[in-house]
């Protein structure tokens, strides 16, 4: 069934891709021919002598043009329907051009030449983007007018860099930031090119593909017994956590590459770890997890979430300074509720043989006085201040845990953002359709309100789900799927009745939520094809952004939904678009985070992430959900992972009042609360800010949505400087500067014990009108 769905386009593509270079360069041939001819960016520049000398044998620096974009990322959405594409298609590309929404690949994902003109509102916007009705367009769906944008190559608006380095090693990516320094370059970085935002390409810049970088999951996955502990510092703060080990996990590698390398260990070493991550193969553990890291399906309800992973990064910082940091002292936090101890100090070293290739003979050392770099401040900014706006992380070692037997359990079917048929449920479609919003009904209740069924938190948490319109769950642990099961038949006996739900069978009804074993990235490999055993994509490759128009990806809080349970559940509304509901909160959230991170209290806070239309949620649901009294204090409500740049804050002047539609882009920054200040609140947003103005005081790092780009802005030469240097905060530690990243670490406390129906309607439109949908499809 998947294979049908979703993998039949293979077979062609070659051939496909081969026919639309003819077309796509015969089309735009006379200015394609002008653009390619043009002097290379930045041609001033010494780029032979000063940074192709001094790179390693295996990294490329490209001079690359919108010919290239339009012959090798084109075709992914050209030659088919949005079921038929896949990220492996793009991210492999020469170029490294490709990114995973066509419409990114200009400024702010909108592609109309005078986007930020006097007359390009955000109503503008909606109406070129069909008022989200895009989400799954064909190529053939777009107008005339926005095929001529996408098909010009002199488009002001294009956002795509005009200089590509794949770097190899570390040593490449030193090189790359000291030239760039020295030159006055701003500087972006991709994996994958996933981001919502558009985060990941920007004209002007050196832009630093990282797809070739060297990958080290399959071999770097340590186990930290005695031997590991003794040999491997990591392993000292992974079994302080109550951890068997870690993986290390190269700046180039996605979610796939960690996956199958796990999978490979325990199918050898037998069933030992468990990695959480996120729900599609290509993402990049980089950004998925530094902006949070949202683990529906694979556990992060009872493990944390992304960034309560981490356990030591190495970066490149934009002064050039290649450093390796991680906690070194900690102390016990299960007095307050905690499963990890709390991290106290965090110590860093700088690579003093930084233009060395072999990573053998790499030294370490205390960094300069000069570099500036306090490490405390750069662990809590990094984790959770997002990424692609500190520097380029080479690689980071993530924490395993012990392996669990996964299954998945529930209705499953194919859905607009997920076309694919798992197989999870054997029903017929229409007991499917007749029943499913009574084990939805279930379903959400095991998730937010355990208690009303009898089931503990902790078995509860064990089951999650991302957001893609399928009523499953996705269970770690025989004790909590065999919980699960037991829990669904005394629910269905106890609160079924077949008159309501079109007479369907109690037995019948009992019968369709299958199970499926295996964990979700398990369900998602492609079985045959080019891409044969490799973790597929969810949600697909867009031609618009795959962030809706007219919305906010908002946070809910626990303590609402608590308050409104019942209430919510008597509701069709909130049971028709339960599978749309980001359920990947729970306990774990809470107590499994070091508390020296940046992560939003609101998503520490929450039961669950959705998409709710603005204007509805600022006049009658933001007051009711987040403290409002502080007219200076912002409070931080929408969710980091898959957060649009459109998503704008309300007025400034009146928090109950939306962005309005009719404002021009200017015009909606200066009025409304920035993106960023939804995501972490005024005074988490402060301390940021002064964090990355003296780790990136002349902005090389200047990605859309990231940190300081909503800045108040001056040009000076190449880069940005900053007029508002920000807030001081108060809260922030100093680094420990005798202490070493190899020391041993010092506990503080005594140890304690720590207490700790696939409704498929089309996802994004009904986010935009929540009454559009009234039939329950499967």
Known sequence: QRKALHLHSHKTKTISRMQF???AISSISA??????????????LDWAGDLESKLSPSASLLD??????????HPTFVDGPYPDRTNHDLIDQPSGLCVSQLFCAYERCWPRPDAHGSNSTQATRDADEGYGGLFAASFDDLSPEVKGWLSDPANPSLNLPSKVLFPNVASDVVAAIEFAKENGLEVSVKNSGHSFTGASTKKGTLHLNMNRFVRYASSGIVNCDAAGLAEHQQCKLAVARN????????????????????DAVNAEEGNKYHAVGGAAGTVSPMGWTFQGGLAGTQGGRKYGLGVDQVIQIEMVLPNGQHVRFAPVEWEDASADGFIVPKTTSVVGECRSNPREVDESLWEWSDCPEDANVDFDDLWYAVNGGGGGTWGVVTSIYLQLHDYLPPRLFGIDGATEIAPIDLGVSKCAPEVRAAMGIFFESFRLRWVLAPGTLNVTQDLSDACGMADAGMSV??????????????TWE??????????????????????????????????????????????????LPTIPSESSNGVVNVLYPKSYIDENFEALMSNPEFLYFGGNRYLAF??????????????????RSAAFKALVPAEYFYNSEFANMFDMSDADSFPSFQGANHVGNNYMGPLREDWTKAC???????ERAERCVSIQETLWGTETLARLERIKNIIDPNYMFDCEGCVGNNRVRKETGTNYNVDDKGSNSTDSTETNGEASISAEPKETNENTDSSAGSIACNGRAVMLLLSVCILVTF
């Not at 200015?31 to 001033?44: H, L, M």
């Not at 769950?473 to 037991?486: N, P, S």
């Not at 729970?586 to 998503?603: C, E, I, K, P």
């Open 490 to 539: 005394s629910f269905a006996n106890d609160y079924y009745d077949p008159s309501v739900y079109n007479n369907v069978s109690l037995d019948d009804a009992l019968a369709c939520p299958g199970t499926l074993e295996g964990t979700w990235s398990d369900t998602m490999k492609y079985p045959s094809g080019p891409y044969e055993g490799q973790v597929g994509d969810m949600p």
């Open 586 to 603: 729970g306990s774990g959230t809470v107590s499994a985070s070091d508390q020296a991170n940046s992560l939003s209290a609101a998503h």
């Open 473 to 486: 769950l996705v269970c770690y642990g025989d004790e909590a799927y065999e919980t699960l099961v037991d």
């Open 64 to 73: 690359v043009t919108f010919s290239d974009f339009a012959t090798e990322c």
């Open 31 to 44: 200015t394609v021919v002008a653009s390619s001819s043009a002097e290379p960016w930045r041609a001033d």
């Open 243 to 262: 951890k068997p080990g870690f993986v290390r996990v190269g700046g180039g590698e996605n979610w796939d590459r960690v996956y199958r390398a796990v």
């Open 21 to 23: 270079r003819s077309i």
């Open 660 to 666: 309005p539609t009719d404002l021009t882009q200017k």
